[in-house]
């Protein structure tokens, strides 16, 4: 485990990366993942991608010599992000493109809460929240949710210079400000 850290490590620090650290296959069954993974395989991703996004900063710099694809709210549709990975654009995929260091691709952030898409289950949530009960409403929307996010970190360690990530108001949450005053 140590020895692949440090291996991860000197690939992002020398830019030595060879392929991607994420598959296409990798990525088409994360967005069919029925279940919550662990919060270390959350966290091994966060953390990888922590590292480029602080030394990245605020800016989005998408090489200007490259084609962009940008897509709008994602709101948990990892079947979505995964279906532009897919497209066919000049004869290959977006992801193809990518690990070829030949396309950018940006997204306008809000990767958490599906929204209206499941509006009755984010009210079934609100019951078994205020019933004191376990949620499997909210468990299946932290699927979608943490899924999503968990995509993004992955893209973001394979494509550093070309795969980015807009934080919208949906990330942006303060649980001491609830309402967002």
């Known amino acids: 485990m140590l020895f692949r850290c440090l291996l991860l490590f000197l690939l992002l620090a020398t830019g030595a990366q060879s392929r991607p650290l994420i598959s296409l296959a990798d990525l088409q069954r994360q967005s069919q993942t029925s279940h919550l993974e662990t919060v270390a395989t959350y966290l091994r991703s966060v953390r990888a ?21 940008i897509l709008p709210d ?11 990975l ?30 209206q898409r499941n509006l009755k289950r984010w009210l079934q949530a609100e019951q078994d929240y205020s019933s004191g009960f376990p949620s499997p409403a909210l468990e299946a929307e932290l699927v979608e949710s943490l899924g999503l996010l968990k995509m993004v970190m992955d893209l973001k360690v394979s494509f550093p210079s070309q795969f980015f990530f807009v934080r919208g108001n949906h990330e942006d949450m303060d649980p001491a400000r609830p309402s967002g005053s």
């Open 74 to 84: 994602l709101h948990a549709q990892r079947d979505y992000l995964l279906q532009v």
């Open 86 to 115: 897919e497209m066919r654009v000049n004869g290959d995929t977006v992801y193809d493109q990518l690990a070829r260091g030949r396309i950018n691709l940006l997204c306008l952030g809000d990767g958490m809460h599906s929204e």
């Open 49 to 69: 991608a922590k590292a480029i996004f602080l030394k990245q900063g605020g800016i989005v710099e998408p090489n200007p010599a490259l084609p962009t694809v």
